[in-house]
């Protein structure tokens, strides 16, 4: 992956606020290359599954933080 703070390894690191923010900030990332897209300036394609699999990782920590009460 691109960067390096999506890893599995340091997302399991981070604070819940930081997991909210980096949460938040690939969300809009995802819209501007949806937003990139709808107007044909998107060059790398492969950037959506990139941030999509960063979204599911974000998503599976927060969870899994919030069910076992950390």
Request: overall charge positive; charged content about 30%.
């Amino acid at each position: 992956m691109n960067n390096p703070e999506w890893s599995a390894k340091a997302i399991a690191e981070q604070t819940i606020e930081k997991l909210h923010e980096n949460l938040i900030l690939v969300k809009k990332e995802m819209f501007n290359l949806r937003f990139q897209q709808a107007l044909g300036e998107l060059k790398n394609t492969s950037r959506f599954a990139l941030v999509r699999k960063a979204v599911a990782r974000l998503n599976t920590e927060l969870t899994k933080r919030l069910n076992t009460g950390e």
